[in-house]
């Protein structure tokens, strides 16, 4: 299976790459703002400019790549009692800049405090963390065509708060397998996190991105897996079953085979991540590598949506995903096996405002066997982006020793202004498979994070 997934991400790659260039009809729209979670799939994306002027908020909005960041901090959200932004003209010069310049810039900050019901080993029962992002983004070259090669850049840095932990180590610690916080964790210093180089080609037949990637934006994705906007347990954000790396060299390639929405998606990329390094030469010097094949049907399949956000822009979707991971003897932490598994999702939009998931996974050599997990997201309102969540997972750790653990989670995002959000959100653990001694965790949370 390791060949055959190698095999699968590299010729997707290589085909994108070097797919004949075809006369395709404009879809800048697109990339202009035009977002495409509200859209409906039998509709030209032509027609649907008016996303930008506020019509219709992000319902699930966002990636964690450079561009999904840029174009959620862009978009217009309006509200009832709700206050006016007070970036209106940094945002008016930020886009006169992209308009000169082909360069689109923005970041981000946020702050996530978690308390639990019990202390960690440290004797601490709360962790906050902060998370600072500046994304750059601009084509190479076919400027403002649907082929156009584009480069992104990610800047952040990641730190404590007035805390000795952050919200992920925190988590652990308080006695959950699975952190309570997926990405609100602790760098060295500030650095670069992404760099990379997408592009469609061949009227969106094929996609491909190649650089420092970060990975779980391709694994396995759908659109709640981003804890700045939506669910802060790693349960319902990625898969626990998966040992996915994080920031590191790889490379993605996507075919749709059809116009019915089918897809084959395939990558490759280091196994071991750098939050702020460069891993490219990890990548020759190890070969310990991390493979993905993933085959299922997307509601975005050739809409010009970007590689990097198809899976976490992808309110239809539903997909098998295939992987395997090198063993890394000389692991930071502790010597790993190699391990492999299958992962599977669906999700879909019940009317406008609704969308449920099914999520499981199976693993053989990972620190977790089995998992699986279903919700919801619920927008109250079509006037502004506010966004209740609710989901409940089981996980069975592969050491038998330990105990199955139930998570159960909920969230309301409240959109203050265009720029602003506040997100209070209660979790609720069932045996915590790493505190033999309780039988229950409650973590209280609250997050706030400002785009700029």
Same mark, same amino acid.
């Given at each position: 299976?390791?060949?055959?997934?190698?095999?699968?991400?590299? !010729?997707?790659?290589?085909?994108?790459?070097?797919?004949?260039?075809?006369?395709?009809?404009?879809?800048?729209?697109?990339?202009?703002?035009? =977002?495409?979670?509200?859209i409906?799939?039998?509709?030209?994306?032509?027609?649907?400019?008016d996303?930008?002027?506020?019509?219709?908020?992000?319902l699930?909005?966002?990636?964690?790549?450079? =561009?999904?960041?840029?174009k959620?901090?862009?978009?217009?959200?309006?509200?009832?009692? $709700?206050?006016?932004?007070?970036?209106?003209?940094?945002?008016? &010069?930020?886009?006169?800049?992209?308009?000169?310049?082909?360069?689109?810039?923005?970041?981000?900050?946020g *702050?996530m &405090?978690?308390?639990?019901?019990?202390?960690?080993?440290?004797?601490?029962?709360?962790?906050?963390?902060?998370?600072?992002?500046?994304?750059?983004?601009?084509?190479?070259?076919?400027a403002?065509?649907?082929?156009?090669?584009?480069?992104?850049?990610?800047i952040?840095?990641?730190?404590?708060?007035?805390?000795?932990?952050?919200?992920?180590?925190?988590?652990?610690?308080?006695?959950?397998?699975?952190?309570?916080?997926?990405?609100?964790?602790?760098?060295?210093?500030?650095?670069?996190?992404?760099?990379?180089?997408?592009?469609?080609?061949?009227?969106?037949?094929?996609?491909?991105?190649?650089?420092?990637?970060?990975?779980?934006?391709?694994?396995?994705?759908?659109?709640? #897996?981003?804890?700045?906007?939506? #669910?802060?347990?790693?349960?319902? !954000?990625?898969?626990?079953?998966?040992?996915?790396?994080? $920031?590191?060299?790889?490379? *993605?390639? *996507? &075919?749709?085979?059809?116009?019915?929405?089918?897809?084959?998606?395939?990558?490759?990329?280091?196994?071991? !991540?750098?939050?702020?390094?460069?891993?490219?030469?990890?990548?020759?010097?190890?070969?310990?590598?991390?493979?993905?094949?993933?085959?299922?049907?997307?509601?975005?399949?050739?809409?010009?949506?970007?590689?990097?956000?198809?899976?976490?822009?992808?309110?239809n979707?539903? =997909?098998?995903?295939?992987?395997?991971?090198?063993?890394?003897?000389?692991?930071?932490?502790? !010597?790993?096996?190699s391990?492999?598994?299958?992962?599977?999702?669906?999700?879909?939009?019940?009317?406008?405002?609704?969308? &449920?998931?099914?999520?499981?996974?199976?693993?053989?050599?990972?620190?977790?066997?089995?998992?699986?997990?279903?919700?919801?997201?619920?927008?109250?309102?079509?006037?502004?982006?506010?966004?209740?969540?609710?989901? *409940?997972?089981?996980?069975?750790?592969?050491?038998?020793?330990?105990?199955?653990?139930?998570?159960?989670?909920?969230?309301?995002?409240?959109?203050?202004?265009?720029?602003?959000?506040?997100?209070?959100?209660?979790?609720?653990?069932?045996?915590?498979?790493?505190?033999?001694?309780?039988?229950?965790?409650?973590?209280?949370?609250?997050?706030?994070?400002?785009? #700029?």
């Open positions: 299976m390791k060949w055959l997934l190698f095999a699968a991400g590299i !010729s997707l790659a290589g085909s994108a790459a070097f797919a004949q260039d075809q006369d395709l009809e404009t879809t800048s729209d697109l990339d202009d703002g035009a =977002h495409p979670l509200l409906d799939q039998d509709q030209d994306l032509e027609t649907t400019s996303l930008d002027d506020g019509a219709y908020p992000i699930l909005d966002g990636t964690l790549s450079g =561009h999904g960041d840029l959620e901090g862009m978009a217009t959200k309006r509200g009832f009692l $709700r206050f006016d932004t007070k970036l209106g003209g940094w945002e008016a &010069w930020k886009e006169q800049v992209r308009k000169n310049t082909g360069i689109s810039f923005g970041g981000s900050l *702050v &405090w978690q308390n639990f019901s019990d202390t960690t080993p440290l004797g601490d029962r709360d962790a906050v963390g902060g998370k600072l992002n500046f994304n750059i983004s601009r084509d190479l070259f076919n403002g065509t649907p082929e156009a090669l584009t480069l992104a850049i990610v952040e840095d990641r730190q404590p708060v007035g805390t000795d932990l952050a919200p992920t180590q925190g988590g652990l610690l308080a006695g959950s397998i699975v952190p309570t916080a997926t990405t609100y964790g602790e760098f060295d210093h500030l650095g670069i996190t992404q760099l990379y180089i997408r592009q469609n080609l061949s009227e969106n037949r094929f996609q491909y991105t190649i650089g420092k990637l970060f990975a779980p934006a391709f694994i396995d994705a759908y659109p709640f #897996f981003d804890d700045n906007r939506q #669910f802060f347990n790693q349960t319902f !954000s990625t898969s626990p079953t998966i040992p996915s790396p994080l $920031r590191g060299f790889g490379a *993605v390639g *996507v &075919w749709y085979p059809t116009e019915g929405g089918q897809y084959v998606q395939g990558g490759v990329f280091s196994a071991n !991540s750098d939050d702020t390094g460069f891993t490219l030469d990890d990548v020759f010097d190890t070969g310990e590598l991390f493979y993905n094949l993933e085959l299922g049907w997307s509601g975005l399949a050739r809409t010009g949506t970007p590689v990097n956000a198809r899976g976490p822009m992808d309110t979707n539903a =997909h098998l995903s295939f992987w395997y991971k090198d063993a890394q003897p000389d692991a930071a932490v502790t !010597s790993q096996p391990a492999k598994g299958v992962a599977f999702n669906a999700n879909y939009m019940a009317g406008q405002n609704l969308m &449920w998931f099914v999520r499981g996974g199976y693993s053989q050599d990972y620190i977790n066997r089995r998992n699986l997990t279903a919700g919801f997201g619920y927008r109250p309102s079509e006037r502004y982006s506010d966004l209740l969540g609710f989901g *409940v997972g089981w996980v069975e750790p592969s050491n038998n020793a330990l105990r199955d653990q139930y998570t159960a989670e909920a969230f309301y995002r409240f959109q203050v202004t265009s720029n602003f959000a506040v997100t209070p959100d209660i979790q609720y653990v069932q045996d915590p498979a790493l505190n033999p001694s309780e039988n229950d965790l409650w973590v209280f949370g609250l997050r706030a994070r400002v785009t #700029f």
